[in-house]
């Protein structure tokens, strides 16, 4: 997931959605900029677009994309994490323990025991 989340990039989302208005009408305070939720939402999207059922990228951000990297089955699961992960960091106590028991700490980390996690070993799919 860090491999893809801290990639360079521009950012623009967590900006644009820090600089909001402070007040969304007379008299109300809007919640907290999810800006960190919107950016790994993002980046979700890009590990699955780069993916060889999609675009097939190789690169992302001037790096070997997730896929390339740590296999297909492991860039799947990074993803399921990140969205996990992005309604925990915003959501409620009862949304966040849900959001935690599919996460990395739950479904998705379960799911990633049989995936190697090392550079270059890819998740095999289909017959040995």
């Known amino acids: 997931m860090l491999y893809s989340l801290l990639a360079r990039g521009r950012r623009v ?3 644009l959605c820090a600089l909001r208005p402070a007040s969304s009408s007379v008299g109300t305070k809007p919640p907290p900029c999810p ?4 950016e790994m939402i993002h980046t979700m999207s ?7 059922c999609m675009d097939n990228d190789n690169f ?4 070997p994309t997730n896929h390339k ?7 799947v699961l990074a993803g399921d ?3 996990t992960f992005a309604f925990q960091h ?17 479904l998705v980390g379960g799911s990633s025991g ?15």
């Open 69 to 75: 990297v740590y296999g297909e089955g492991v860039a």
């Open 35 to 38: 800006s960190s939720a919107v």
């Open 13 to 15: 989302r967590p900006i």
């Open 81 to 83: 994490s990140l969205l």
């Open 46 to 52: 890009l590990i699955q677009d780069d993916l060889p």
């Open 114 to 128: 049989g995936h190697s996690f090392n550079r270059g070993e890819g998740c095999r799919t289909g017959p040995a």
């Open 90 to 106: 915003v959501s409620s106590a009862t949304v966040r323990e849900l959001a935690k028991s599919i996460g990395m700490e739950g």
């Open 60 to 63: 992302r951000r001037g790096k």
